[in-house]
């Protein structure tokens, strides 16, 4: 029982990091103004935490298993255009949910060995993951693509979807974080692949995309 309290203390920095790291940028925030917000002692924080790299990794870890869950490669069942969108929108909301790691990535991977190192291999997850759904919808008649198209398709798939908070926040930095960057993201990996869709599954796209084309 005597330790209950310290693992909550431990989880409610970890919350409060990330709301003021997603806030306000990582490099922007102290560890004092974490125990601040917390209402506690920089002392306290630094016992559970004693610096703020470690706060750092400890959201990057919890971050890199969300979101590595969400890229578990599909099902039997071959994909449809409804199944990618579903998709695409998980993967956004785990990069929503750390949205500081995104808006402020080539900063923190250069500050940050570990972050270096586990963002390398949650790129490459991402990049395998959205070649293995072309594939198959290609397999199953959805798609027309050849495997040179696929790659090229995966990467810049990747690319938009690792930069696209970054492209936000810079083209309106005061409404980034408006709600609806995730829809607009989505969109934009989608369009990516829609001349290479059979012409239903094009129709499709562009029915779900109707109200993000703004």
Avoid: C
Wanted: charged share 25%.
């Amino acid at each position: 029982m005597a330790r209950k309290p310290q693992r909550r203390t431990k989880e409610r920095i970890l919350e409060t990091a990330l709301a003021l790291f997603n806030r306000d940028g990582e490099p922007s925030v102290t560890p004092s103004a974490i125990a601040e917000e917390m209402g506690i002692s920089p002392g306290n924080l630094h016992y559970h935490f004693p610096s703020k790299q470690k706060i750092v990794e400890a959201l990057f870890a919890t971050f890199r298993a969300e979101i590595e869950h969400t890229l578990a490669a599909p099902g039997t069942r071959a994909p449809d255009v409804e199944d990618v969108w579903l998709f695409l929108h998980l993967v956004f909301e785990a990069i929503w949910k750390y949205r500081f790691v995104y808006r402020d990535i080539t900063d923190l991977v250069s500050r940050y060995r570990v972050l270096e190192r586990q963002m390398r291999l949650i790129l490459a997850h991402k990049q395998t993951t959205a070649a293995t759904i072309l594939r198959g919808l290609v397999a199953d008649g959805r798609m027309t693509a050849s495997p040179r198209d696929i790659e090229a398709l995966a990467s810049n798939m990747t690319l938009i979807a690792t930069y696209w908070l970054s492209f936000e926040y810079v083209r309106d930095p005061r409404h980034w974080d408006d709600g609806e960057a995730l829809a607009r993201g989505a969109y934009q990996v989608m369009a990516l692949a829609a001349p290479y869709l059979a012409p239903r599954e094009r129709e499709l796209l562009d029915h779900l995309a109707e109200r993000y084309r703004s």
